[in-house]
């Protein structure tokens, strides 16, 4: 059993309430390394038949996205750990800063971020013959802008321990029919690079995970078995496997790994 290092740190992800989700799951994951996890979600409302929900779907994916992260809170109860979970919106500065203070009021300074919180658009309209501003704005708003400050403010009021881990998907350079969306991981990629340039002289770490195809709920049968063939490996990711690689990043043994984008991508988008 490999010992990180992570015992009473404190881990600050967003985007976890899905209880499928990566965010949940690396949620659990710290705990379990003993860390103190503060958990920051925001609900998203579209349109789903419930009486889908039971299995693995969109209906599922859209009905956890609206939820709470009750299920998660649960969940970190029966395990004993320290846990605080927040309802807020990481796009507003305001909201940000906020949620520093409520983590700092109850466990300390933030010693690792988990950039999770993502977005994108529903309703087809992320090609260039469709895009719309408005689409432009929601998912860079988040992605791009929300992962921004919630790092900013991590590094202005950083602790004697940084790690900052953001999430990124496979095919961000090249993603036809979510132009958008693959533009802001891939700024997040860009922005992986520079941040941990600047920021290296204060000993924290800046690094990005890109999972491949995530079995997060959302991946039903029909799709999985058009997805497979493009995964070397033959299996889809498990929100475990990106949980793992996070809890090995933010890690004291991962401490000279900087700058990085690590695909957990079973060999798809090498």
């Known amino acids: ?50 009486s889908k929900a039971d ?10 996205n609206a939820g709470d992260a009750s299920v998660v809170e649960g969940k970190l109860k029966e395990m004993g750990a320290e846990y605080l979970v927040i309802e807020s919106d990481i796009s507003d500065e305001a909201a940000v800063k906020e949620i520093y203070t409520a983590v700092h009021e109850r466990f300390g300074k933030v010693d690792i971020l988990v950039n999770n919180a993502a977005t994108d658009d529903e309703n087809g309209f992320d090609t260039i013959e469709a895009i719309t501003p408005e689409v432009i704005d929601d998912v860079f708003g988040v992605n ?7 790092t900013r403010e991590m590094i202005n009021q950083r602790s004697d321990y940084g790690r900052i881990i953001s999430l990124s998907t496979d095919a961000a350079q090249v993603f036809p029919g979510q132009i958008t969306y693959g533009a802001s ?6 922005l992986t690079r520079a941040i941990a340039l600047e920021v290296a002289q204060y000993g924290i770490t800046v690094n990005c995970v890109a999972p491949g195809p995530t079995q997060t709920g959302w991946i039903d049968e029909q799709l999985e078995e058009a997805v497979l063939p493009l995964i070397p490996m033959g299996a889809l990711i498990q929100p475990e ?26 060999g798809k988008a090498l």
């Open 55 to 64: 299995k693995n779907g969109v209906d599922r994916y859209y009905a956890a």
């Open 1 to 50: 059993m490999i010992d990180y290092g992570l015992k009473n740190k404190v881990a600050l992800i967003t985007g976890a309430n899905n209880p499928w989700g990566i965010g949940a799951t690396t949620a659990l994951a710290f705990a379990r390394e003993g860390a103190k996890v503060a958990l920051v979600y925001k609900k998203v409302f579209r349109p789903f038949d419930e």
């Open 185 to 190: 991981k891939a700024t997040l990629e860009a």
């Open 144 to 150: 791009v802008r929300g992962s921004l400050l919630m």
């Open 241 to 266: 496997d990106i949980a793992e690689t996070i809890l090995f990043l933010a890690s004291e043994q991962a401490r000279m790994i900087t700058g990085q984008v690590i695909k957990v991508s079973g």
